[in-house]
């Protein structure tokens, strides 16, 4: 197709008067490095190009004022955060953030450091920390009880000076516990033969174990529960399936729903069975230091019974971190319940696309800008969208993190920083699914129109039927009625009417309808 200038648009030409862009590469010619002076007599001077690649994109003005943003220095804020988790959708995430922000990696970080001195106060070989009295156990379990977002940020302050975050919490620690004179004689145990991925590692499962216990499956439980709802209040409602996007045997919609319900289910019984891992063997994973400390102490043992001592899974061979195993399979069982759910997601917005569902409506919501009529399954779609970026999130996570070169490298640090982020869209995701299942009502009309209009779909029974008490080519006969026809309840009845069948047979044949041969999808739902 060629465009000339009188195919423009009015509206193209108005913008076109009013905004120039361009963009443009700037060649400069320089002799080449190969280029021999004895040859420019033949004209072998061999040019190249070094060229200015940048786009320059310029917008002239043509006399409208066009206003500028303001040059400032944004502070945080929901209409500033570069994610949407900490700006638009904060008020639906919000709940997991004491475990997997910043604010909750310090504050683990301080119980394990804590809980590993009380440890330490417990075993009778470390004669240098003796128990402690009550009053200073009360002190210590305080220090965590209390923890505020003031004491983060003086441990962030600390850090300011060590370039060190688990360093920044030991001394953190010790600063807070000065003026104890009891704790204060033992102040150098604090992180006492520990690495610092034995303090990280722990923190990190704590984030893990805390935000899937109190935030993700109570809501996970939630949509399961939902669902199965939709599948009990609907096991009896007949349905048109849909099978290549072809009308196909009839099913109930409280069945499907079922089917929904019972795989998320299962992968809801498998994200709880996956255990979360810890290590706390020191620097490569052999207690070197601490044996050298105290050889007489055994150390695995005592690590076994402190991991465990936190609610977590002891792993004995390490190098420098927990190889974080568990937590690829974690984050693969959680993609995996996100990627039903997408399933779901969009079997739902194609029945509401069919109008088996209608959506409630709130007064002075907008379905659309243009279009008054419109009512959009946009918690559907906020949903699948959603999953879509957590099960991205996770899927880098489950395939990075196992992997560590030798005894430790530092990639999988920044890394574990993005927990949250696959967490949050996972949440946000689910509640959008519960949102627009709340507005979801059943259009029986709808559903009964359809099954009206598909009398083809008992070519099924009736040629199953036929193939039972011998007549010939049963298939072959259903094909030559239904296919590419008009199929309607008086053909079907005259069909049967016609066939070599025992009178009960036909009779209950005939009484079939595209309602009523729903199998046992009734019972499943």
């Not at 243009?370 to 969208?385: Q, R």
Request: glycine letters at 6%; a neutral charge; hydrophobic letters at 40%.
């Amino acid at each position: 197709m060629e465009f000339t200038a009188s195919s423009y648009s009015s509206s193209s030409r108005v913008l076109n008067s009013i905004n120039h862009f361009s963009c443009s590469t700037t060649p400069r010619l320089q002799k080449s490095s190969f280029f021999n002076p004895s040859n420019a007599s033949i004209g072998l001077s061999a040019p190249s190009f070094r060229g200015d690649f940048s786009c320059k994109c310029t917008l002239k003005d043509t006399g409208r004022s066009i206003p500028k943003m303001a040059t400032r220095d944004f502070e945080l804020s929901n209409l500033t955060a570069l994610s949407p988790l900490d700006g638009r959708y904060w008020g639906k995430v919000k709940d997991l953030s004491p475990h997997l922000s910043e604010y909750g990696l310090i504050y683990y970080r301080v119980l394990v450091e804590v809980k590993w001195l009380l440890k330490l106060s417990q075993i009778p070989e470390i004669t240098e920390v003796p128990n402690f009295s009550e009053e200073a156990q009360i002190f210590l379990q305080g220090l965590i009880n209390g923890f505020s977002m003031d004491d983060a940020l003086e441990v962030k302050n600390i850090e300011k000076v060590t370039n060190h975050d688990v360093k920044a919490v030991e001394y953190f620690l010790k600063k807070k516990c000065q003026s104890h004179p009891e704790i204060a004689k033992v102040l150098e145990f604090f992180h006492f033969a520990c690495t610092s991925e034995d303090i990280n590692n722990l923190a990190h499962a704590l984030m893990l174990k805390e935000s899937m216990n109190k935030v993700i499956f109570p809501v996970m439980d939630e949509l399961i529960t939902a669902i199965c709802n939709m599948a009990e209040d609907n096991a009896s409602i007949p349905m048109l399936s849909r099978t290549h996007g072809q009308p196909a045997s009839p099913t109930t919609l409280g069945k499907e729903m079922a089917v929904f319900a019972a795989r998320l289910s299962e992968q809801r019984q498998e994200i709880s069975q996956v255990k979360i891992k810890g290590k706390f063997a020191g620097a490569v994973g052999n207690y070197n230091a601490h044996i050298v400390a105290y050889p007489g102490i055994d150390w695995p043992l005592i690590a076994k019974e402190f991991v465990e001592s936190l609610g977590l899974c002891f792993n004995p061979y390490v190098t420098q971190i927990e190889p974080h195993d568990y937590m690829a399979r974690l984050f693969h069982a959680i993609m995996r319940f996100n990627t039903i759910l997408i399933d779901f997601d969009r079997d739902i917005w194609g029945y509401i696309s069919l109008a088996y569902f209608k959506q409630i409506t709130k007064a002075g919501e907008i379905g659309s800008s243009t279009m008054p009529h419109k009512v959009n399954p946009i918690d559907f779609e906020n949903s699948e969208g959603n999953l879509g970026k957590a099960n991205g999130g996770l899927s880098h996570l489950s395939e990075k993190l196992p992997i560590s070169r030798w005894q430790r490298d530092l990639t999988d640090s920044t890394v574990l920083r993005n927990m949250g982020e696959g967490l949050g869209h996972s949440l946000l995701a689910y509640k959008s699914a519960l949102q627009g299942i709340g507005k979801l009502k059943v259009n029986e009309s709808r559903l009964s129109e359809d099954l009206n209009q598909s009398w083809e779909v008992l070519a099924e029974p009736i040629q199953t039927v036929m193939r039972r008490y011998g007549v010939p080519e049963p298939y072959e006969k259903l094909k030559e009625l239904t296919r590419g026809r008009a199929v309607t309840k008086e053909s079907i009845r005259e069909f049967i009417e016609g066939l070599a069948l025992p009178k009960e047979t036909k009779s209950y044949l005939l009484e079939l309808t595209p309602h009523t041969y729903v199998g046992a999808a009734i019972e499943l739902g």
